[in-house]
Structure formats: C-alpha cells, structure tokens
C-alpha cells in the first residue's frame, strides 16, 4: 500500500476532513479522477454550485428560446452555445453526484446552507485518538 505523506497521522490522530478553503466553480472543471481527490465535503459545495451553474445556463437557452419564438433568429447561435453549456454542467452534476452516491449512498436533493452546515458539524464532533493500551502488568502477590 502506498500513501501520501499527508495521508499518515501521528501519534493516534485522525485525519482532518474539513477543507482549507472553498472549492470553486473552477474546481468543478477538473477531470473526474481529480474529483474522487477531493473531500466529500468539497464535493457537496462543488455539486451545489455546479447545479447552480447549469440552472442559470438553462434559464438564459430559455430567453434566447423564447425571443426566437417571436422572431428574433439572430440568437440562434446563442440558443445553440447554452444548450452545450447545459449539457456540459448536466453530465458535470452526474459525475459529482455518482462520487457522492459511493461515498455517502444517496445523492442530495437539495444542498442548502443548512445541510452542509449539518455535515460539517458531525464531521467536527469529537472522536477518540486511536490508542491501544498496553496490557496491565499484574500484580506480584505477596507471600
């Protein structure tokens, strides 16, 4: 088995889970094997904003649909670009939410301030140092 540096604790503590910083909607166009690197917690912002991104892409293909509708062709090429947009965030949210479904078994329905919070604060609960202690040496028994 071979692991990272950052990977090995030291004296029976655990690896912290939280991020250092918030993931991005960059974050989000990394390569899926660079996805499953990051924390499950850095997914779930990265899924909410990834979502975020293909609602407002789907919102605009709309307006430019709609002004096709009455007569305006030129956004055409507009109409066409979001929809790409859209499909690209689409299988975006897929890739996220697969990774999500191995490590927590569902996928969210909705990630909302309150949930992530939710998550953070059990991450954060105290658990035990993993220690074995040492067999206790018995007692001479005196004559």
Known sequence: MK??????????????????????????KKPT??????????????LKLARKERSDTYNNRYIFIQAMKQGAKEFSDAEQYTYKEYEYWT????????????????????????????????????VKDMNIQPPKKEVEKVK
């Open 91 to 126: 299988r975006k949210c897929f890739v996220i939410e697969n990774i999500l479904r191995e490590r927590i078994g569902f996928i969210p329905k909705k990630i909302n301030k309150e949930f992530i919070q939710n998550m953070v604060e059990r991450m954060q609960q105290p």
């Open 33 to 46: 094997p660079e996805l499953m690197k990051l924390s499950t917690v850095e997914l779930l912002y990265l």
């Open 3 to 28: 692991l990272d540096r950052n990977e090995v604790q030291e004296n029976g503590k655990r690896k912290n889970l939280l991020p250092q910083q918030h993931p991005t909607i960059e974050d989000a």
